[in-house]
């Protein structure tokens, strides 16, 4: 995946007020999400892969709701390819509150990676054999697993609330579920360890819908995506794809200057 740090600082959290909300469990439209076990046999359900709506903020409603409608050509024009070829993988895409209302969690990768050094990125990874059925809850699991990898994050304290389609990375073959999540009871993260994570942080949602942070950027190949200056870093590619296209969906977005170029080396 796509990470970016350029050095450890720990980022801890002590708010994360939940409003109540419309009660419910989220069946998303690509079949990841699992519910509670009504069936009366079999295994006991996972609560920690469980999707659901249950006590969410009003904030994240709008994002719950685009889940569940959203269809895949309209989040990237890169699917996975229909022979079932590529790298299953999932992040998660984690929503809390910070001193400065809603925000977004993200990590930058360690500069001496091979592959997307020092790139910023959501927390994730490929899917281990552990984490179960790639088809079901197995991307739900390694979201959450490669987040606490990651960045420290404690799981227990998430709430996943939505599944987007599963996207692809043609660069490095990777087939991304991204895995919406709720940070209802946060707790400290930081680098866990260097030689992967330069830096993990927070971005205001604000910050990410100010037309001042926002530009497209514009790799030496022609390919152009959307980006955001924030905190210090530049977000594009895959990361601030799926982050422009939830703040477009969620009716977050204002007009920004798509004119605005931001060039990439072919590093990048």
Known sequence: MTHTHTHGTTHTHTHGTTHAHTPGVTHAGNDLAEGPDHSGGGRAPDPAVAVTTDGLPAWLDPVAAA???VQPQQLSRFLPPESGAGRQSAVLVLFGEGERGPELLLMERSGTLRSHAGQPSFPGGALDPEDG???TTGPL????REAEEETGLD???VQLFGVLPRLYIPVSGFVVTPVLGWWR???PVGVVDPAETARVFTVPVADLTDPANRATAVHPSGHSGPAFLVESALVWGFTAGVIDRIVH??????PWDRARQVPLDWRA
Not at 141 to 144: E, T
Not at 249 to 254: F, I, K, N, S
């Open 185 to 187: 009871a946060p707790s």
């Open 133 to 135: 059925d790639k088809a």
């Open 67 to 69: 889940a569940r409608s």
């Open 249 to 254: 969906y969620a009716g977050w977005e204002r």
């Open 141 to 144: 699991r390694a979201a959450l």
């Open 155 to 157: 799981p227990r304290g």
